[in-house]
């Protein structure tokens, strides 16, 4: 056990110290992982929007893939992006291939179902005189849009705290997609893995309890979100 106490102490000295390669992974992680959610929250909140408040041929069925694409695993998002955007790749000549840009659009596919899914049950749940009153009122389509999920803003707000906590504790995508390079685009996870395969323990400790401070302040944020959504 004294190797653990050794290196938790170490880690922590290491944060202190401001550790440049701990820091530029802890970096990198904040910039992708803000990029991915608000991509991801501007495309997931229309499409969630329209997928519960619409009704339209084949409607159960989308939101049977939505709900299965919850549990889609990472490797495999990661997989299918590297495939598209690699030189060989329709989307190859965009360059996207071991960049934060890269490693964003497969965490957008990953946040995305979350969002999206979330929002449409927002939306079906909400209270049925709203959309009574807003057609009433001759709403156009986008007037609608932004009133209901104005109304469902808390739920809206979950959806995005939710999706941000899977983007930022993801390994296979960035691995994958971004390849894992130094200064460049390795994450938090990423390292943790790496470091820790090499035997510094200390390194992967300090990034660690990084990780673990952001998850507990999505926590804290998810539980302020369902006590305010469930007034």
């Not at 880690?11 to 110290?17: C, E, F, G, S, W």
């Amino acid at each position: 056990m004294g190797f653990i106490f050794e290196g938790f102490s170490t880690a922590l000295q290491l944060l202190l110290d401001g550790h440049p390669e701990t820091w530029s992974a802890v970096a990198a992680t904040v910039c992708v992982s803000s990029l991915s959610i608000c991509v991801t929250v501007l495309l997931g909140a229309p499409l969630g929007f329209l997928l519960g408040y619409c009704r339209f041929p084949g409607r159960r069925a989308m939101r049977l893939c939505v709900d299965t694409l919850l549990s889609f695993p990472t490797v495999v998002i990661g997989l299918m992006v590297y495939g598209f955007i690699s030189r060989s790749g329709p989307l190859g000549g965009f360059g996207l291939l071991f960049t934060l840009q890269g490693i964003a659009l497969g965490q957008v596919l990953l946040g995305m179902p979350i969002v999206i899914a979330m929002v449409a049950n927002a939306v079906e749940n909400a209270d049925d005189r709203l959309q009574m009153t807003l057609l009433t009122l001759g709403a156009s389509g986008r007037q609608q849009l932004h009133a209901t999920l104005w109304e469902v803003r808390y739920h809206l707000m979950l959806a995005s705290v939710a999706a941000y906590g899977r983007i930022v504790s993801e390994v296979g995508i960035s691995m994958m997609v971004g390849g894992n390079i130094k200064w460049h685009t390795r994450t938090i996870t990423t390292a943790i893995a790496l470091e820790t395969g090499k035997g510094e323990f200390a390194m992967g400790v300090a990034l660690g309890l990084v990780l673990l401070l952001i998850a507990f302040g999505v926590n804290i944020a998810v539980s302020g979100l369902k006590r305010r959504a469930a007034r």
